[in-house]
């Protein structure tokens, strides 16, 4: 636990009310719960999991430099050690095939097997971007039809597909804006955000370069019209506004604001990671988006978490199509599918910015989202909005008697509900209820965000959870805030039943101790 510890970590077992409990057993582990020490700590050396046979032959002469001096710094563990070793490891984690994960923003839905199965076939697993194109046609085929289903979902001109998350999304889709100012020879450097955006959003207008300006909220959460085009001038390149926004409600002003930047020469860029509530039901294109993200790995299930795989494709408006980044899958008006590269880049793709990454994109993404895709066809996309919607408000009505709930008067919520922390007992906080829903057996919820809320809780509980997994989590959630509300001391310590309890969490984002010491 030393490298643990180093971080500012407390191991569980040592908080005060659990030191009867510690000393009750001499392994330290608890009930079935077992502590697991690093595999470095675990392993031994000259134990090893497989049993190599000895050479036959000495090594070839002319690859003898690349020969290892001495033995590497790995753990030496037999192959039982290394299976219980993270096997351990995954009993003390959450996820989403044990419960719901209701984290705002996060759109965290189950996987269907389906998906995984199908980019589990060797065809797709084991392609190789260098292979000889007419090898992989069949790869080629998949990221032009899913490319043609977000055209036609998002009701936009063109997709860049190789984008690798939703952040890396924005940072295309402003390059293209960029690129786009540059070919009219304008030098426009303020992006305009509003106060709730997503911090990934002024990170990447000021990553591209742009000055980042914030827009107010209206006391109804949603983006201050007046105050935008208050704004607007001859100085901003554009906008990046999230639709459905961060409070969990839909901007019905986007196409006015759309309107108000074009008319000023500037760029819409919308942050369409909350999708999920608007699929099959809303098409950007038509608010006026020039360029959206879409996050597969959010909107189109396909496991993410943790900094895990993911993929963003952008849809782009005509204006911004042809700054698209290379390489490009098109179908030709020959019907055949055309790479678009470097040496091709004429065929339509002349003024493309550059390339986000050195192949495709996420092709294991591509496979899966294609497969829900398909595998629930246009309607049953637009019931997953639905569905997703419908749980949202039953969330949101269910508990807004006794948490409060900044902008439930004005309407139903999409996919999130979000509440207040005002109104709990002096001392105690949004963070207790999170800490709390871990002893009742529930991943947290968003916390703190969007800032513009004091004490935010953002709950997304997805279309795939049943109404009587909503009521357990919703009794959970009214147990908790009755208890907040009421200064139940033990709160403060929870969570009381997890592998760690409270962490220092500032100590742990910014001083984590990553690497083993002695390597
Ligand atoms: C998730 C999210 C992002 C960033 O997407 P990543 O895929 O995590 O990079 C941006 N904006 C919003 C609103 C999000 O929820």
Not at 262 to 285: L, M, Q
């Amino acid at each position: 636990m030393n490298a643990i510890n180093a971080a500012g970590w407390r191991p569980s077992m040592g908080g005060a009310d659990n030191n009867e409990m510690k000393s009750a057993t001499v392994s330290g582990d608890h009930g079935l719960m077992l502590e697991e020490p690093l595999s470095f700590e675990l392993g031994a050396e000259g134990k090893c999991g497989v049993d190599f046979a000895e050479a036959d032959r000495p090594p070839m002469a002319n690859i003898s430099r690349f020969l290892r001096k001495g033995t590497p710094p790995l753990p030496g563990l037999t192959e039982p050690e290394a299976v219980r070793h993270y096997t351990r490891l995954s009993r003390q984690n959450y996820a989403i095939d044990l419960g719901p994960f209701p984290l705002g923003s996060c759109t965290m839905k189950h996987n269907p097997r389906l998906n995984e199965k199908i980019a589990r076939l060797p065809g797709f697993a084991d392609v190789h971007p260098m292979q000889p194109q007419k090898t992989v046609e069949g790869a080629l085929e998949v990221i032009e039809q899913l490319a043609d289903w977000l055209i036609r979902l998002t009701g936009m001109a063109s997709v860049a597909m190789s984008p690798k998350a939703g952040a890396h999304g924005e940072l295309c889709g402003l390059l293209c804006i960029r690129a786009a100012l540059d070919a009219r020879g304008e030098t426009r450097d303020v992006v305009l955000v509003p106060e709730s955006a997503h911090g990934t959003n002024p990170a990447t207008a000021a990553f591209a370069g742009f000055k980042v300006e914030a827009i107010p909220a209206t006391p109804a959460g949603r983006v201050d019209l007046e105050a935008l085009k208050a704004r607007l001038g001859p100085h901003v390149a554009g906008v990046m506004i999230t639709n459905p926004n961060t409070c969990g409600l839909f901007e019905p002003d986007m196409k006015a604001i759309a309107d108000a930047v074009h008319a000023t020469g500037g760029y819409v860029y919308c942050d369409g990671a909350n999708f999920n509530a608007i699929v099959g039901k809303v098409r950007p294109g038509d608010l006026g988006v020039d360029a959206m993200h879409i996050n597969l790995h959010k909107t189109f299930s396909t496991p993410h978490g943790g900094g895990g795989p993911g993929a963003g494709p952008v849809v782009l408006s005509e204006a911004l199509a042809p700054f698209a980044p290379l390489p490009f899958v098109t179908r030709g008006s020959d019907g055949e599918i055309h790479l678009v590269e470097e040496e091709n880049r004429a065929e339509g793709h002349g003024q493309a910015f550059g390339r986000m990454v050195a192949f495709h994109g996420q092709m294991g993404m591509f496979t899966r989202a294609l497969t829900y895709i398909l595998s629930h066809g246009a309607d049953g996309l637009r019931q997953v909005a639905e569905d997703a919607v419908l749980n949202a408000n039953y969330v949101l009505r269910s508990c807004e008697d006794i948490l409060p709930a900044p902008f439930a008067q004005s309407g139903p919520c999409m996919h999130e509900a979000l509440f207040s922390d005002a109104g709990l007992a002096e001392g105690f906080s949004t963070l207790d209820i999170a800490k709390g829903l871990i002893d009742e057996g529930f991943h947290p919820m968003t916390v703190y965000f969007p800032l513009v809320v004091k004490g935010a809780m953002l709950i997304e509980p997805t279309e795939t959870e049943s109404r009587a997994g909503l009521d357990r989590f919703i009794a959970s959630l009214r147990s908790l805030t009755t208890r907040a509300k009421a200064g139940d001391e033990s709160l403060h310590s929870a969570p009381h039943f997890a592998p760690r309890r409270r962490l220092d969490e500032t100590l742990a984002a910014r001083k984590p101790v990553l690497v083993w010491p002695e390597a």
